[in-house]
């Protein structure tokens, strides 16, 4: 049986060819993509996390997980993405202003697209005219921001003002996540949608466009 706390270990050191060796192996095994997600590379990023804030991990430890991260999510990504599929709706994603997290954005962006929606990701430090430009062109059925920062958030409450000032509010359902977001705050800055994670936030969305 597979042993997700390698995969763990192999992100928590930064290890990126031996994170790609092991989910290569996981996947092999036939294990389950989303298992691989969340309990080999999420839950080796929960564990950076906590070592970052404890001070026994500095940004270039940090950085390292974040790489080997990326570096397995890549082989995940053909499996949790199917080809063909008609879209069921359109998401604009991006970073909010300041924010130059993306690992948690691009597993939804990639969750959204295994889902059947058609994405465009706007990458991150995205400022709020870029988002509304981005509204205005694409017309998407929701609009997700991310963002991983307290001192970057209150960015998402200056974007939903934006789309108020351009009369394109009620044109787009808003979603909103990140570590620091709360369904709290998602209510005080006028957001239609919170989700805690991705899967969460795909299931939601369906209900939104149907
Ligand atoms: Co940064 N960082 N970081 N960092 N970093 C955090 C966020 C922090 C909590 C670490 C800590 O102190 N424990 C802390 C923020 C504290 C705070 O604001 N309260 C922090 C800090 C302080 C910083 C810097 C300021 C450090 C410094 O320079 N002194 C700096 C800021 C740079 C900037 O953005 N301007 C910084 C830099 C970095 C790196 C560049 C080194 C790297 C990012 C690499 C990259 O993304 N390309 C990094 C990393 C990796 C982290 C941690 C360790 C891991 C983040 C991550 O990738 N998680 C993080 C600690 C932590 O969160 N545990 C931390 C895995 C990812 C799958 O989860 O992104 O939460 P997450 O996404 C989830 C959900 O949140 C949700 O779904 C995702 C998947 O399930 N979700 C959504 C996310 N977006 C969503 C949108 C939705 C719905 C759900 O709808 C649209």
Same mark, same amino acid.
């Given at each position: ?20 060796? /092991? ?5 092999? =095994?036939?294990? *389950?993509?989303?298992?691989?997600? $969340?309990?080999?590379? #999420?839950? %080796? +990023? ?75 990701? /706007? ?5 709020? =005219?870029?988002? *509304?430009?981005?509204?205005?062109? $694409?017309?998407?059925? #929701?609009? %997700? +921001? ?65």
């Amino acid at each position: 049986m597979f042993d997700f706390g390698e995969l763990q270990q192999a992100i928590i050191l930064g290890k990126g060819p031996l994170a790609t060796e /092991l989910t290569q192996k996981a996947i092999n =095994e036939e294990c *389950v993509p989303k298992d691989i997600l $969340n309990q080999g590379l #999420i839950a %080796g +990023m929960d564990v950076v996390g906590v070592k970052f804030k404890n001070g026994e991990y500095y940004l270039p430890q940090v950085l390292l997980a974040a790489r080997a991260m990326k570096a397995a999510v890549v082989l995940l990504h053909p499996l949790i993405v199917s080809a063909g599929i008609q879209p069921i709706g359109t998401l604009v994603l991006g970073t909010v202003k300041g924010d130059l997290h993306d690992v948690g954005k691009n597993l939804v962006a990639m969750l959204f697209q295994g889902a059947g929606f058609n994405v465009i990701d /706007l990458g991150v430090d995205v400022s709020s =005219e870029k988002f *509304v430009e981005a509204v205005r062109e $694409n017309k998407p059925d #929701i609009l %997700g +921001m991310s963002s991983l920062l307290t001192t970057s958030m209150r960015e998402m409450q200056d974007v939903i003002q934006a789309l108020q000032e351009a009369g394109l509010r009620d044109k787009v359902k808003i979603m909103v996540g990140g570590a620091p977001i709360t369904q709290q705050f998602a209510d005080k800055i006028g957001a239609d949608a919170y989700a805690l994670e991705g899967g969460t936030a795909v299931e939601m969305a369906k209900a939104m466009v149907n």
